[in-house]
């Protein structure tokens, strides 16, 4: 895990935020609380951020309403030495994508990790570097774990959700590592949408598709803001 030493942080928590939200690409005020201060209040958790983007080791970007996300700030980016986007606010495409794999690596009972491009190569150095930016964790389930990658679905009907996932699946096959991960069972799709029936209605499709993998499929209502 990438670690930063830095004399102004004031406690080892600080640190820990900061590794988080390089991982992640982004994180929220919901996420931090529940991760790194859940016997404090969600203000005593605004009172962290708002130091950190004070001190300028985090950005501070709307996300709805009165909502914020975060991201690195400038200070943490060059301590970290990755590239200065990271501080910039989430495209408009990007944003949903990165706070779907958030809530599905942070809310959930299993907490995981997003994995970093290096350490997906470290895995696979096999692995195609135009599907690196996409979000991909490890799931782990009936004692197997599969790499999973993961895919918001806020609005198309399932029927179009899964021709786009199949069309996907044919352009990793092409990659004979993926192939073999696919065809060995040790590859997923996580889907994650906006409601429970939307996620009801994307399991009955992917559970009538005999080709489709692995999968699990996870409602974030959260995201209905976004629409």
Request: overall charge positive; glycine content about 4%; proline content about 7%.
């Amino acid at each position: 895990m990438t670690q930063i030493f830095q004399p102004n942080l004031p406690v080892k928590r600080d640190n820990h935020i900061l590794v988080h939200t390089n991982r992640m690409g982004m994180t929220t005020l919901q996420v931090l609380h529940r991760l790194f201060l859940p016997d404090k209040t969600i203000n005593a958790a605004s009172q962290v951020t708002t130091r950190l983007v004070a001190d300028g080791y985090l950005a501070r970007h709307d996300l709805w309403h009165k909502a914020k996300y975060y991201t690195l700030g400038k200070k943490c980016v060059r301590l970290l030495g990755v590239p200065r986007n990271k501080t910039l606010p989430r495209g408009e495409q990007v944003l949903p994508t990165d706070l779907g794999a958030l809530a599905f690596c942070c809310l959930q009972d299993t907490v995981r990790r997003r994995l970093l491009p290096h350490e997906i190569l470290a895995q696979y150095p096999w692995f195609p570097k135009q599907y690196l930016c996409h979000p991909f964790c490890f799931v782990t389930d009936g004692g197997v774990k599969r790499l999973a990658i993961i895919k918001v679905e806020m609005s198309d009907f399932p029927g179009q959700v899964l021709r786009k996932h199949m069309i996907q699946l044919r352009a990793f096959r092409e990659f004979p590592g993926f192939a073999d991960l696919i065809d060995n069972h040790q590859f997923m799709i996580v889907t994650v949408t906006t409601t429970p029936e939307r996620r009801d209605a994307l399991i009955t499709e992917f559970d009538g598709d005999p080709w489709y993998p692995p999968f699990a499929v996870y409602d974030y209502p959260e995201l209905c803001n976004l629409l």
